[in-house]
Protein backbone atom coordinates (compact mmCIF):
# COMPACT_ATOMS: atom_id res chain seq x y z
CA UNK A 1 0.00 0.00 0.00
CA UNK A 2 2.95 2.48 0.89
CA UNK A 3 4.18 1.52 -2.45
CA UNK A 4 0.90 2.63 -4.01
CA UNK A 5 0.81 5.94 -2.74
CA UNK A 6 4.22 6.88 -3.19
CA UNK A 7 3.29 6.34 -6.80
CA UNK A 8 0.15 7.84 -6.82
CA UNK A 9 2.14 11.19 -5.70
CA UNK A 10 4.56 11.18 -7.80
CA UNK A 11 2.16 10.65 -10.65
CA UNK A 12 0.20 13.98 -9.07
CA UNK A 13 3.03 15.91 -8.80
CA UNK A 14 4.39 14.91 -12.70
CA UNK A 15 1.11 15.68 -14.10
CA UNK A 16 1.31 19.51 -12.41
CA UNK A 17 4.60 19.87 -13.67
CA UNK A 18 3.34 18.89 -17.09
CA UNK A 19 0.90 21.24 -16.87
CA UNK A 20 3.42 24.39 -16.98
CA UNK A 21 5.71 22.95 -19.78
CA UNK A 22 4.74 22.70 -23.42
CA UNK A 23 3.53 19.53 -23.90
CA UNK A 24 5.47 16.81 -25.77
CA UNK A 25 3.39 16.22 -29.36
CA UNK A 26 3.50 12.63 -31.13
CA UNK A 27 5.51 14.92 -34.01
CA UNK A 28 8.74 15.46 -31.61
CA UNK A 29 8.33 12.26 -30.04
CA UNK A 30 8.49 10.19 -33.30
CA UNK A 31 11.27 12.45 -34.02
CA UNK A 32 13.02 11.10 -30.85
CA UNK A 33 12.03 7.23 -31.47
CA UNK A 34 13.48 7.34 -34.86
CA UNK A 35 16.75 9.02 -33.79
CA UNK A 36 20.12 6.80 -33.79
CA UNK A 37 19.92 7.98 -30.34
CA UNK A 38 16.32 6.89 -28.73
CA UNK A 39 17.04 6.34 -25.20
CA UNK A 40 14.56 9.52 -24.58
CA UNK A 41 12.02 7.44 -26.21
CA UNK A 42 12.09 4.16 -24.81
CA UNK A 43 12.22 6.38 -20.79
CA UNK A 44 9.48 8.22 -22.53
CA UNK A 45 7.72 4.64 -23.28
CA UNK A 46 8.50 3.00 -20.68
CA UNK A 47 7.45 5.81 -17.98
CA UNK A 48 3.82 5.76 -20.02
CA UNK A 49 3.98 1.88 -19.71
CA UNK A 50 4.46 2.18 -15.58
CA UNK A 51 2.24 5.36 -15.34
CA UNK A 52 -1.00 3.11 -17.17
CA UNK A 53 -0.42 0.31 -15.14
CA UNK A 54 0.37 2.02 -11.68
CA UNK A 55 -3.41 3.50 -12.66
CA UNK A 56 -4.59 -0.30 -12.54
CA UNK A 57 -3.87 -0.54 -9.06
CA UNK A 58 -6.32 1.63 -8.41
CA UNK A 59 -9.16 0.07 -10.51
CA UNK A 60 -11.36 -3.02 -9.18
CA UNK A 61 -12.72 -3.92 -12.28
CA UNK A 62 -14.13 -2.64 -15.91
CA UNK A 63 -11.35 -2.26 -18.68
CA UNK A 64 -8.14 -2.44 -18.21
CA UNK A 65 -4.31 -1.89 -19.99
CA UNK A 66 -3.21 -5.35 -20.16
CA UNK A 67 0.24 -5.87 -21.46
CA UNK A 68 1.81 -9.59 -23.09
CA UNK A 69 4.05 -10.88 -20.18
CA UNK A 70 7.03 -10.38 -22.41
CA UNK A 71 6.33 -6.99 -23.70
CA UNK A 72 9.23 -4.71 -24.35
CA UNK A 73 10.07 -0.60 -24.38
CA UNK A 74 11.72 -1.84 -27.73
CA UNK A 75 8.08 -3.27 -29.26
CA UNK A 76 6.36 -0.40 -27.62
CA UNK A 77 8.54 1.70 -29.62
CA UNK A 78 8.22 -0.28 -33.13
CA UNK A 79 3.93 0.13 -32.37
CA UNK A 80 4.44 4.09 -32.24
CA UNK A 81 6.85 4.86 -35.12
CA UNK A 82 4.21 2.29 -37.03
CA UNK A 83 1.18 4.42 -36.00
CA UNK A 84 2.60 7.47 -36.00
CA UNK A 85 4.01 7.01 -39.67
CA UNK A 86 -0.04 5.63 -40.40
CA UNK A 87 -1.56 8.76 -38.87
CA UNK A 88 0.28 11.86 -40.00
CA UNK A 89 -2.28 13.80 -39.49
CA UNK A 90 -2.83 13.39 -35.67
CA UNK A 91 0.90 14.39 -34.90
CA UNK A 92 -0.14 17.31 -33.43
CA UNK A 93 -1.38 16.16 -30.39
CA UNK A 94 0.03 15.84 -26.97
CA UNK A 95 2.09 12.79 -27.52
CA UNK A 96 -0.15 10.84 -24.00
CA UNK A 97 -3.16 11.53 -25.99
CA UNK A 98 -1.71 9.80 -29.33
CA UNK A 99 -0.25 6.85 -27.38
CA UNK A 100 -3.30 6.13 -25.67
CA UNK A 101 -5.55 6.31 -28.27
CA UNK A 102 -4.03 5.23 -31.16
CA UNK A 103 -0.74 3.26 -30.13
CA UNK A 104 -2.11 1.32 -27.17
CA UNK A 105 -5.66 0.68 -27.70
CA UNK A 106 -5.38 -3.14 -28.66
CA UNK A 107 -3.70 -3.39 -24.88
CA UNK A 108 -7.54 -2.10 -23.42
CA UNK A 109 -9.56 -5.21 -22.63
CA UNK A 110 -12.75 -5.90 -20.13
CA UNK A 111 -11.91 -7.60 -17.48
CA UNK A 112 -13.51 -9.77 -14.34
CA UNK A 113 -12.31 -8.26 -11.15
CA UNK A 114 -9.29 -6.26 -12.42
CA UNK A 115 -7.20 -9.54 -13.87
CA UNK A 116 -5.90 -9.71 -16.84
CA UNK A 117 -6.27 -12.58 -18.42
CA UNK A 118 -4.14 -14.48 -20.65
CA UNK A 119 -0.87 -11.67 -19.98
Known amino acids: MRKFLLAAMAIVMVMGISRTAEALTANTLLSL ?21 TANLA ?35 EAMTFIGIVTLNPFFRPTDKGICDGY
Open 33 to 53: CESKENTGCLYFLAGVSLGIQ
Open 59 to 93: RDAGTRFCLPKRFTSGQLRRMFIKSASERPEMLHQ
